[in-house]
């Protein structure tokens, strides 16, 4: 095509590919972020918040009871909450309209657990859930249709049948044609299932444990595939194409893992340090690189910002460390208990007991606060893990899903 003899072929499809990079860059598909490490690649956010924080543009209290995140992608955002005896998968648009609620699995018979734990995901146009039963379902994210779904943790035998106290808390990973679960037993430690039809694909070999409160991780090296994950007394390596387990070793943390290339971050948890671990090109050996002494908050997990690793602790604050030492740079001791994502060169902070939305940028090896404001709405504990999309904040708490416009004007 051409206009007063000037060629716009090549503009308009560098401009369709920008737009593309950019809204991919929008997305966060699944629990922890786009990589599952806590790091959005946003941009044009806003860098202050005004004193009473960043305006609200909607609140629902519908999406049910739960710890767990958000899923946003096309425009779309995903939730599971436990309404009476069942655990819905919610899909709103972004100004916050309910277009659809599915139940994910069967009825609970009994008043334990009475909130979901998993964060969906999304993979093209599906939406995967897991119970804290351990059936797995699969909805279009449109429409909300079930194209399957099925109480997986028993068809695998997860170890007796005996659920992990606190029930699963596992977000599901799609990997290609891949839907990977871990429900452990006395035949198999890892599955992968057909994401579209549910049937099974690979079992990886059974090493006699039970499911851990751990979301696998896709490790990428040299074009190869790896899964990681922890269940109760090991870590593993599993091979994404065979699900043969390339490697296993007594687990370290077996929390929220933070994986930087070859690299795996243990947060230290129950009193424990993390540590920095590294394995050979083949996968096949770790070696501790090395060990701090922050005893960590197990449920907010470790972020990498600005070449540094931050992590929250128990109750002495944020630390931030240095990553090729485990020395620890500096403490920010006003701030505990709280999960942590990184955007657009920023830190969010999301505390548990005060209720506070917290904002850093790095100042040399410190951590600045730059924002903060409390969150009124929700009850119950505030754990679930924070979001951003579109340049919006999801901030969870119990039944109340909130957002908030960051976008820079």
């Known amino acids: 095509m051409k206009t007063h003899g000037f060629t716009v072929g090549p503009v308009v499809i560098g ?51 739960g710890f767990s995140s958000t899923a946003i992608q096309d425009g779309m955002v995903y939730t599971t909450g436990k309404r009476d005896s069942v655990e819905i998968l919610t899909a709103l648009d972004l100004n916050g ?35 804290v039963y351990g059936d797995v379902a ?25 659920l992990p ?3 699963i808390a596992e ?22 299932l057909n994401r579209l039809t549910g049937e099974t694909i690979w079992k990886s070999e059974s090493i006699q444990d039970t499911t851990n409160y751990t979301s696998p991780v896709l490790i990428s090296v040299n074009n190869k595939k790896t899964i990681f994950t922890s269940t109760k007394k090991y870590d593993l390596l599993v091979d994404c ?27 230290g948890a129950y009193k424990k340090g993390g540590t920095l671990c590294s394995w050979n090109d083949e996968w096949s050996k770790r070696s501790v690189l090395w060990e701090d002494t922050v005893s960590a908050n197990s449920i907010g997990g470790a972020v990498l910002f600005k070449d540094k690793i931050v992590v929250s602790g128990n109750s002495k604050g944020l ?21 942590l994502i990184v955007a657009d060169n920023l830190l969010y902070c999301y ?59």
């Open 15 to 65: 401009l369709v590919c920008l737009l593309s990079v950019n809204n991919t860059f929008a997305q966060w598909p699944q629990w922890r972020g786009p990589m599952r490490d806590g790091i959005s690649k946003e941009t044009n956010l806003l860098k202050v918040w005004p004193a009473e924080g960043p305006k609200l543009i909607w609140s629902v209290d519908t999406v049910g009871d």
């Open 97 to 131: 309209n309910v277009k659809w609620q599915k139940i994910i699995g069967r009825a609970s018979q009994e008043k334990d657990w009475p909130q979901s734990r998993c964060t969906p995901t999304v993979y093209k146009n599906k939406v995967y859930a897991i119970t």
């Open 138 to 162: 699969c909805f279009d994210s449109k429409s909300g249709n079930i194209d399957w779904q099925m109480p997986a943790f028993e068809k695998f035998e997860g170890k007796g049948y005996n």
């Open 165 to 167: 106290q606190g029930g």
């Open 171 to 192: 977000s599901p990973l799609v990997i290609d044609d891949k839907l990977i679960f871990t429900p452990c037993g006395n035949t198999t430690t890892m599955v992968a």
């Open 241 to 267: 194409k065979t699900g043969q387990i390339i490697w296993k070793d007594r687990t370290i943390s077996g929390m929220i893992p933070l994986v930087n290339k070859n690299e795996i971050y243990y947060t």
């Open 319 to 339: 630390f931030c460390i240095d990553l090729k030492t485990g020395k620890a740079l500096s403490q920010y001791e006003k701030i505990n208990y709280c999960n």
């Open 351 to 409: 505390e548990d007991k005060m209720g506070r939305v917290s904002l850093f940028k790095m100042n040399g090896n410190d951590l600045e606060l730059v924002s903060s404001f409390k969150i009124t709405l929700g009850t119950g504990p505030r754990v679930s893990h924070l979001a951003i999309s579109d340049g919006i904040l999801f901030v969870r708490r119990g039944k109340v899903l909130m957002a908030y416009n960051i976008k820079q004007q």
